[in-house]
């Protein structure tokens, strides 16, 4: 699964938590882990388009080409 996918579904799981009636302690495990697993994707994705934006070509280099 990508990690996009990955972290739409547990966007949805964090919105959906509060409404599925678990206990409260399961509740605040499940939104802690899904948090910190979005904000690792999150941070890898970033870096993965940083890099990927350092091998492009300059926009200008495009906009003379046009």
């Known amino acids: 699964m990508s990690a996009l996918k990955t972290i739409l579904w ?29 904000f690792i994707l999150s941070f890898l994705l970033r870096k993965e388009l940083g890099e990927k934006e350092i091998n492009k070509p300059e926009r200008e280099d495009l906009e003379k080409q046009i």
């Open 10 to 38: 547990l966007s949805v799981l964090v919105a959906v938590l509060p409404f599925l009636g678990l206990p409260q302690s399961f509740d605040n495990v499940l939104s802690v882990l899904s948090g910190a697993v979005i």
